[in-house]
């Protein structure tokens, strides 16, 4: 079979393949036995991207066909030894983003296969389905798929459908199917964790590195809160009829851009339903019903959300607003009563200011939510004197090497320097040490919940061990009754 690819880069191969098919709300169609008709592909472009709503940036073509992965293989190797394979999975909530977004390119393997000549590894981008193409759970769903009792989680379906892709086709590209790395931010950091508690998951893949880290209940439903939202939808879009069938025709009737407008911001989270996702991921991780020999790295960046660099001068009733969007409503209150934000001050030289209590709160939320994640490997990226703002996202082009989108970030404080180029490598050595041995550095040293110590990673000084310093109480206890309204006594 010959495949034409996209002409990238002297030294890296790129192919872009279709690995399943769409039909709305519906199971993926696997195609990883698929054969090609006339016994060569056409792979001179990235596929189209899933739809999703406009956020300024740059997404190519759009096609509810959207299920593609891209793979970036080293022209030449060394020895004839399979290949340690990477498959990134990209962040944007589940409502946006694409493999081949931005320009210059984001997600962009030739740079980390460029560094890693002496120990060379295949990189693998997919797309998913996003949004209100991935979230909706009907009971007609349900009924109208004998083969599939249950509904929504689209976008987790076509994750394990590029997984098993990769583990029955990568060898034709000289990837190991049995040394599969899983990579994501942000939700796809979340994506990475969850898949492990995904039926059907096992021995798909068999290390994970969760960038920008952010493990909590607000991001997953019960049946219950899917069901209503989704019928809501039903309504909205004017699409009520006392026969399934009806209903189901009219939704998918219904024109990709109505769908998006309707859907707005986003409503529906991973469903816990009890047969494809059936457990909350950390609490299947804690009682042993999560992938058995998974090696993992789960982290955050020092200043996910630098508060006091954008709005440094935020008064208490701002700080609350912002919270509550991140929060929720359930839950803001309680922690604008233990942190005293009603008492915060507006004045920069004060130092009970609000920006700085909500930075201490972000920081909290995200660093406790990780604790729960032993065993593990648990790092923090942060900053030196002298170096920029490790923010959310900041971390993506040090972790491809990508230079020029690095520059078009406008990075807080931050220029691509030499010693820039030598933390992106070194960011890059680790993450393929991960992949080929299942621990990034014989120094960074599994984390140990009754010592409560994580590693740091900086420019200048790379390792060193911290102790958690935050009270996470407040926390953990929003979490546990969280937990407890969504799925009752599941402890």
């Given at each position: 079979m010959l495949i034409k690819m996209i002409n990238f880069n002297l030294n890296v191969r790129v192919r872009r393949i279709q690995y399943a098919k769409v039909h709305r709300w519906q199971p993926p169609v696997d195609l990883a036995f698929k054969l090609f008709s006339n016994g060569s592909f056409e792979a001179t472009s990235f596929g189209p991207c899933c739809p999703q709503p406009d956020t300024g940036i740059y997404i190519p073509t759009q096609d509810e066909q959207c299920l593609y992965l891209n793979i970036f293989t080293p022209k030449h190797k060394s020895n004839q030894s399979l290949l340690p394979v990477l498959v990134w999975i990209h962040g944007g909530g589940l409502m946006t983003g694409c493999s081949s977004q931005s320009i210059p390119l984001l997600y962009n393997g030739t740079?980390?296969?460029?560094?890693?000549?002496?120990?060379?590894?295949?990189?693998?981008t997919i797309n998913y389905r996003l949004g209100i193409f991935a979230d909706m759970y009907l009971v007609e769903l349900i009924k109208e798929n004998s083969h599939w009792p249950t509904a929504g989680n689209y976008n987790y379906l076509d994750m394990l459908s590029a997984l098993h892709w990769i583990n029955i086709n990568i060898r034709d590209y000289g990837g190991n199917p049995n040394n599969v790395l899983l990579f994501g931010e942000s939700s796809g950091e979340k994506a990475v964790v969850d898949i492990g508690a995904l039926k059907g998951s096992s021995n798909?893949?068999?290390?994970?590195?969760?960038?920008?880290?952010?493990?909590?209940?607000?991001?997953?439903?019960?049946?219950?809160?899917?069901?209503?939202?989704?019928?809501?939808?039903?309504?909205?879009?004017?699409?009520?009829?006392?026969?399934?069938?009806?209903?189901?025709?009219?939704?998918?009737?219904?024109?990709?851009?109505?769908?998006?407008?309707?859907?707005?911001?986003?409503?529906?989270?991973?469903?816990?339903?009890?047969?494809?996702?059936?457990?909350?991921?950390?609490?299947?991780?804690?009682?042993?019903?999560?992938?058995?020999?998974?090696?993992?790295?789960?982290?955050?960046?020092?200043?996910?959300?630098?508060?006091?660099?954008?709005?440094?001068?935020?008064?208490?009733?701002?700080?609350?607003?912002?919270?509550?969007?991140?929060?929720?409503?359930?839950?803001v209150s309680t922690v604008i009563n233990y942190y005293q934000l009603n008492n915060c001050s507006s004045n920069i030289n004060d130092t009970n200011r609000c920006c700085d209590k909500t930075n201490l709160i972000l920081d909290t939320l995200f660093g406790c939510s990780i604790r729960h994640c032993n065993p593990g490997i648990c790092p923090k990226l942060s900053k030196e004197e002298g170096a920029g703002v490790c923010f959310h996202t900041a971390e993506l082009p040090l972790v491809f090497g990508t230079e020029s989108y690095y520059s078009s970030m406008n990075p807080i404080n931050c220029t691509w320097d030499d010693q820039t180029r030598i933390y992106s490598n070194k960011i890059i050595s680790y993450w393929i040490n991960m992949a080929k041995k299942g621990e990034p550095s014989k120094q960074w040293q599994k984390y140990d919940s009754s010592t409560s110590k994580y590693l740091q990673f900086t420019p200048y000084h790379e390792f060193s061990m911290k102790s958690w310093d935050h009270d996470c109480s407040i926390f953990d206890q929003i979490e546990q009754d969280d937990l407890y309204e969504m799925f009752g006594n599941i402890s």
């Open positions: 740079n980390i296969i460029r560094n890693s000549l002496e120990q060379p590894v295949i990189i693998v798909l893949y068999h290390h994970i590195i969760s960038q920008s880290a952010g493990l909590t209940s607000s991001y997953y439903s019960n049946i219950s809160s899917a069901l209503q939202i989704s019928n809501k939808i039903v309504e909205q879009l004017n699409c009520t009829n006392p026969k399934s069938e009806l209903i189901l025709q009219c939704l998918r009737n219904t024109s990709i851009n109505d769908l998006i407008m309707i859907y707005g911001d986003g409503r529906l989270q991973s469903v816990i339903d009890g047969y494809f996702f059936s457990y909350y991921p950390l609490l299947a991780i804690q009682h042993g019903k999560y992938n058995r020999n998974i090696n993992m790295i789960i982290g955050t960046n020092k200043y996910e959300l630098p508060v006091c660099l954008v709005f440094p001068d935020m008064d208490s009733e701002f700080a609350i607003l912002n919270l509550t969007e991140i929060l929720g409503q359930n839950r």
